[in-house]
């Protein structure tokens, strides 16, 4: 079965059903065998999990500020701690992490350098507990114009550079 559905009764205000599409992160197997899809869903972060090889989920929200598209990434260490990577609303990169098998997370860290107005597409890597790099583009000349799920006209960031970054970290749990 599906993560995530297309439409979404579950995710929508006011009685609104929301289409929020099926597109989402790249999936993570952790050493228990426990599968993990990461995805902005419906302007939120959320991770689905299964133990039974995708045959059911539970979906969890993992932080409530935001998602900015469907990208987002997701890894897990030996001890069983989840680390989850996404892009918020306001366009910069987030960290939460859950100790307890998805039930509680962390408050989201932006983990960016200072300077980075804009990023995108992150990707995580997890050694052993609390050591992890986050790989993502990012820009510290973006117009950042449009909010939300606003197009932005393709000539307004006709002079935006992009760049490679890194966040690393040896203590990420704390």
């Known amino acids: 079965s ?16 929301p289409f929020c599409g099926g597109l989402h992160g790249h999936g993570k197997v952790g050493y228990d065998g426990t599968v993990y899809i990461p995805k902005g869903h ?11 090889e995708g045959a059911s989920w539970d979906r969890v929200q993992v ?3 935001g998602s900015a598209d469907h990208e987002a990434s997701v890894d897990v260490d030996k001890a069983g701690n989840i680390y989850y990577v996404y892009i918020g609303r306001d366009r910069l990169p ?3 992490v859950s100790r307890d098998g998805g039930e509680k997370w ?6 960016g350098p200072p300077g980075i107005k ?22 510290e000349n973006s117009p950042h ?8 006209p393709p000539d307004v960031y006709a002079k935006t550079t992009w760049n490679g970054y890194t966040t690393i970290s040896a203590d990420a749990l704390s």
Do not use: T
Not at 42 to 52: E, F, H, K, T, V
Not at 145 to 152: A, F, H, M, V
């Open 145 to 152: 114009p449009c909010k939300g799920d606003e197009e932005c």
């Open 118 to 139: 804009e990023a995108n597409i992150p990707s995580l890597d997890v050694g052993k507990p609390g050591h992890l790099a986050i790989a993502y583009y990012g820009s």
């Open 2 to 17: 599906p993560a995530f559905p297309g439409v979404d009764p579950v995710a929508g205000e006011d009685g609104d059903i």
């Open 106 to 111: 962390s408050e989201p860290l932006m983990v």
């Open 42 to 52: 419906c302007g939120q972060p959320w991770l689905g999990i299964s133990r039974d």
């Open 94 to 96: 987030y960290l939460v």
């Open 63 to 65: 932080a409530s500020n």
